[in-house]
């Protein structure tokens, strides 16, 4: 049984920073991506990541904003996000599918989630 669970969701002024983690049970030959949603709308793709950390996608909202990581020793994934804008306020997910390629945009392609940590950005 794989759990992720989320950490370092906010509140943080416009044009600021965050990083989220999130921590993977088990092993870790997982393709992850992260997700957000909004209230009242779909849950969207915002980044991937392979396995071995080796090849990264991202959201062309997120793109030069957002930085996808791994860490396979600490068994943790990390999402840096610079440049915040209003707009990126939402629950923010994390997701694991077995290593896959092409990296999944789709939710429904991913196996596992965790319950999402609260971003929000203010004007």
């Known amino acids: 049984q794989v759990q992720l669970v989320e950490y370092g969701g906010g509140l943080v002024q416009a044009g600021g920073s965050l990083r989220l983690s999130c921590v993977v049970s088990?092993?870790?030959?997982?393709?992850m991506g992260w997700f957000r949603q909004a209230p009242g709308k779909e849950r969207d793709f915002v980044a991937a990541?392979?396995?071995?950390?080796?090849?990264?996608l991202y959201a062309d909202s997120v793109k030069g904003r957002f930085t996808i990581s791994r860490d396979n020793a600490k068994n943790t994934v990390y999402l840096q996000m610079d440049s915040l804008k209003p707009e990126d306020t939402a629950v923010y997910f994390c997701a694991a599918v077995y290593a896959t390629f092409p990296l999944p945009r789709n939710p429904k392609d991913y196996f596992y989630w965790g319950r999402g940590t609260q971003v929000t950005v203010s004007s």
């Open positions: 088990g092993n870790t030959l997982y393709t």
């Open positions: 990541i392979t396995r071995d950390g080796g090849t990264t």
